[in-house]
């Protein structure tokens, strides 16, 4: 069954794509950390990485872009059973975002480092901005396919997007205030919210 | 009547400090533009602007603070009708987002420029973000107010100032690919997609 072959060694490729790119990424924050982002190379990134230098640049386009992390992927899994989901749009979003809030929960030592990196180098943030902007666009894509949308047309999916991730925005908010719960419930409650917000908005 | 003397000088004193704030910030960013941040004090600023520099710093706390432009504040005549409404909350905010989208036009120049300024010093950037959180903030205590809702119990307000910015922000990109369009309009478009948009989301 070719099919299900290729799903398994993609799969199994993207795994080892993102297990590189994750070393990559904690060896230039640790790097830069220590030493400062402008006493770090992407020759001792890649070093100390034990990768090349021209696979560094299969994976980051920049020093700068090793460090910077924005949103973790949505887990496949997910992005499929939200694709073939036909019931409550806004249950199934939920659903989706429950499971991004455990991917970052994964990746909290990570963040912690990078928001440390980052407070030290603000001119990482305009390119941190640029993947959740990013990530905004590729949320909006999958809400578009998912409601038959043409998001050239219409800007419904775009709406969508931004107003979904601006209460994954408050979720978060609140886990990072309070690392003692789980970044999963905080973002499933405040989408709970955001339903029974719209009877509170609108007469 | 004391209370309608005291609004009009009131609201006459806060127009002359916002017109000597504007003053301040104009003359900073031109004079960042041509010379570059690190070239530029705030003596000369002063000078420049025609206030003295303890003025200055009545005004704002460092050179990068005069440059950078959050979003305008909402005029006073649009926050109190919103806070006297009684009907259909969202048809209000509707309101009250067209007359900031109206405000936006007016500092149109002032942005353009600022903009450029922020492309040029990426470490300006944390203190933009500041301010529009500062500007959510602000409008979730807006909201709070309006539904009699208390922020530090419950965090509806804070979500609904995220949802609604959403919006404003999806219509205000709009007006930025295409200078031709009314922000007002684009923002007050947005508003209305968001109602329709709920019976998209919810079986």
Not at 1 to 24: K, N
Not at 45 to 53: E, R
Not at 60 to 78: C, N
Not at 101 to 117: D, K, L, N, P, W
Request: charged letters at 25%; aromatic letters at 6%.
């Amino acid at each position: 069954m070719p099919s299900r072959e290729g799903v398994t060694s993609g799969g199994l490729r993207a795994r080892r794509r993102r297990e590189t790119s994750d070393r990559i990424q904690q060896t230039a924050l640790a790097l830069v950390s220590e030493h400062g982002l402008d006493h770090v190379t992407v020759e001792q990134i890649s070093t100390q990485a034990g990768v090349s230098v021209r696979t560094f640049f299969n994976y980051f386009p920049s020093k700068e872009s090793a460090l910077a992390d924005g949103p973790p992927p949505i887990p496949d899994h997910a992005r499929a059973a939200f694709l073939a989901g036909t019931g409550d749009v806004l249950a199934d979003l939920t659903t989706l975002f429950v499971a991004h809030g455990i991917e970052f929960e994964a990746r909290r030592s990570t963040m912690e480092c990078f928001h440390q990196v980052l407070r030290d180098n603000p001119r990482l943030m305009p390119l941190q901005l640029q993947r959740f902007h990013q990530f905004e666009l590729d949320v909006a894509e999958l809400i578009g396919a998912r409601l038959g949308l043409d998001d050239d047309e219409d800007d419904t999916a775009r709406l969508a997007a931004a107003v979904v991730l601006a209460a994954v925005r408050v979720g978060m908010e609140r886990w990072s205030r309070d690392f003692d719960v789980s970044p999963a419930a905080e973002v499933g409650r405040a989408l709970a919210n955001l339903r029974s917000l719209w009877t509170s908005l609108v007469a």
